[in-house]
């Protein structure tokens, strides 16, 4: 039985992938200590699974299907730079996202309760929707980094409407993740 590295999330639309790739060149520096995403992989997660083995991909894509048919295509707004666990201790630079609807949230959530059931682990935390544009290297982002994300702060990056969630494959290789698409399920 083989395992695929896993992760369901919402690709963007290429406005918001361009927008997003020319915030990380503005805070993008030599020797900033940052993982920073290439543009091609740059996608909105909603659920990291970790190691799947092949039997329980179709599973997956069934609950997926399942939440999918439960909601509307919903709009969300892209802008601001930030960090996490804070702009201040950056270890993931961010552009945030807005979910007026509340939609992704509940998709979230009830992704997270359905695929428990199947032995997936819930996640600690509770969801705090942003498109991660880099991570550090070390603890932190280096001041210089912290300053433009500052400076990016209130940068919009426009709106799109979700129409589409994928279930993704990730394959690490020694010039980072390249992903393929396992599903895509409409919304509504």
């Known amino acids: 039985m083989n395992s695929i590295r896993s992760f369901i999330a919402i690709p963007l639309t290429s406005e918001i992938a361009r927008a997003a790739a020319l915030m990380t060149k503005r805070l993008r520096e030599n020797g900033d200590g940052i993982k920073w995403v290439p543009t091609d992989n740059l996608h909105l997660t909603l659920k990291f699974l970790g190691d799947v083995y092949n039997t329980e991909v179709p599973q997956v894509c069934k609950v997926v299907q399942q939440i999918c048919e439960e909601h509307k295509p919903f709009q969300l707004k892209f802008s601001g730079a930030g960090g996490l666990p804070s702009i201040e201790r950056a270890r993931v630079v961010h552009a945030g996202v ?62 799109m409407t979700v129409e589409e969630v994928q279930i993704v494959a990730s394959f690490l290789d020694k010039h980072g993740p390249t992903y393929q698409v396992m599903n895509s399920v409409d919304i509504g």
């Open 98 to 159: 807005q979910d007026f609807s509340g939609r992704l949230t509940q998709i979230v959530t009830q992704l997270e309760q359905r695929l428990a059931k199947l032995g997936f682990k819930p996640e600690p935390r509770d969801y705090r929707p942003h498109l991660t544009l880099g991570r550090s290297k070390s603890r932190k982002a280096n001041d210089s980094v912290i300053q433009k994300i500052q400076n990016e702060a209130s940068k919009e990056l426009g709106e």
